[in-house]
């Protein structure tokens, strides 16, 4: 299986230095050890201890345990106390009955809505990768890279809308992963990790 955006995301961080990654969702571990197998530091969070442990061995496995600070913990809350680079999140979407929705609003994240969560991020780094159902609202998801930057004034935000739209799209990249053709999810680079890929 190929895991959210493994292929890209190799590409994006062999253009700079890898850094260090935070995982705030860790889950088992499948995208913290592909950011460890690319010479990353990662510090990987998950709130279940359980979770923690299945990824400590998956880490073993593939040999890059000594790359990955494990952490059981909710990383909302440490967020304010954490420095890193690049923040990549794979955050619950409430269960399956996310297929059910024709459009899957922001607001349907967990733990907190996705506008809280990337507030919450935005203040660790503009460096931001998110996985997210096939059928994320995309406007709304494009709105998110507004709140990478502080407000405007609103004389300003008028002379200069149109500028820093075409700025802010160019901030921002959506990608689509596949699982044996069907749409699964997609993955929405900000920041630096939208811009790597046109530095190429
Ligand atoms: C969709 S899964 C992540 C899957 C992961 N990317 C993988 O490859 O296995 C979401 C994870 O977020 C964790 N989680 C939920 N709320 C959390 C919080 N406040 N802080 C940290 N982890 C949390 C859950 O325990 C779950 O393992």
Known sequence: MRRAGTLSLQRRLQSG???????GFTGVGGNAIQFARMHCKVVAIDIDPLKIELAINNAKIYGVESRIHFVVGD??????????DV???????????????????????????????????????????????????????????????????????????????LLLMAMIQIEENYVQNNLKGITAYFGNTARASRLR
Not at 103 to 113: M, N, Q, V
């Open 17 to 23: 230095k890898p850094g260090v990654v935070i995982d």
């Open 75 to 84: 990383f909302l809350q440490q967020a304010s106390s954490l420095k890193a």
């Open 87 to 165: 923040v990549f999140l794979s955050p619950p979407w409430g269960g399956p009955s996310y297929k059910n929705v024709k459009k899957f609003t922001l607001d349907l994240l967990k733990p907190k809505d996705g506008y809280s969560i990337f507030q919450i991020i935005r203040k660790i780094t503009r460096n931001i990768i998110m996985f997210l159902p096939h059928n994320v609202d995309l406007l709304q998801v494009k709105e998110l890279a507004w709140l990478s930057y502080p407000p405007l004034p609103l004389e300003l935000k008028l002379e200069i809308n149109l500028r820093i739209y």
